[in-house]
């Protein structure tokens, strides 16, 4: 079965400093790859998204995340943490390799919060 | 585009008690899910559906019923609330390799 396991919940970085927030997952299939960040009292909103193309994969904000499938992985970075990147972040697989199917795994969440 | 649009933002219920959460999108989308959202565990699949006529369960079906009559609108019910069903819920349509969100309902079973 699919699963996504992202490590630490609570991410605390200082303004300007890399941000590095960790995403492991599990799939039978060749996987399709998400980041969705969550503002307080607001509904999910879509980073960036791996489907089999090119394993860097550049989102909005200035985020990206490079699958590696030797190790399972699609960690989301950012070389400079801002203060308005202070929210939750979802890591989500889809399963049977597509995401027309209405169906996400998602992980746990990591919050994260940027220091002054 | 409004996008996804739930109803209402928040709700107050009495143990045993029903209701229905609305949610429609104006995208055309034919896939549509409904989530929960509960601290530490992300967000659970609940329902979905891949056209107008067709649901199938989630992850965490029990409690809730939906259906879907029309490619626009895909209701979620509580049948008989329980405070186990406190939590934030989520819609959301997809195409495209995208979700879409709506801004969710927040529900409190006492």
């Known amino acids: 079965a699919q699963s996504v396991t992202q490590l630490g919940s609570h991410v605390s970085v200082s303004e300007g400093a890399l941000v590095l927030l960790r995403c492991n997952y599990s799939s039978s299939v060749p996987p399709y790859l998400f980041w969705y960040v969550q503002y307080p009292n607001q509904g999910l909103q879509l980073l960036l998204k791996?489907?089999?193309?090119?394993?860097l994969v550049k989102g909005i904000n200035g985020f990206e995340a490079e699958f590696k499938k030797s190790e399972t992985s699609f960690h989301l970075t950012k070389p400079s943490a801002h203060m308005s990147d202070a929210a939750e972040y979802f890591c989500a697989v889809s399963p049977y390799g597509s995401s027309n199917t209405g169906k996400l795994i998602f992980g746990q969440g990591t919050t994260l919060q940027v220091k002054p | 585009n409004a996008g996804v649009t739930q109803t209402p933002k928040f709700q107050v219920l009495k143990t045993g008690q029903s209701m229905t959460l609305q949610c429609a999108q104006d995208m055309n989308h034919e896939y549509m899910s409904w989530y929960r959202q509960d601290p530490g565990m992300g967000l659970r699949l609940i329902h979905y559906?891949?056209?107008?006529?067709?649901?199938d369960q989630g992850e965490v079906p029990n409690g809730y019923n939906v259906s879907r009559s029309t490619t626009e609108d895909f209701p979620l019910r509580l049948l008989s609330a329980a405070p186990s069903q406190t939590s934030v819920y989520f819609c959301?349509?997809?195409?495209?390799?995208?979700?879409?969100f709506g801004p969710g309902t927040r529900l409190l079973v006492l």
């Open positions: 559906s891949v056209g107008a006529g067709i649901t």
């Open positions: 791996y489907t089999s193309a090119a394993t």
């Open positions: 959301a349509s997809s195409a495209l390799e995208t979700q879409y």
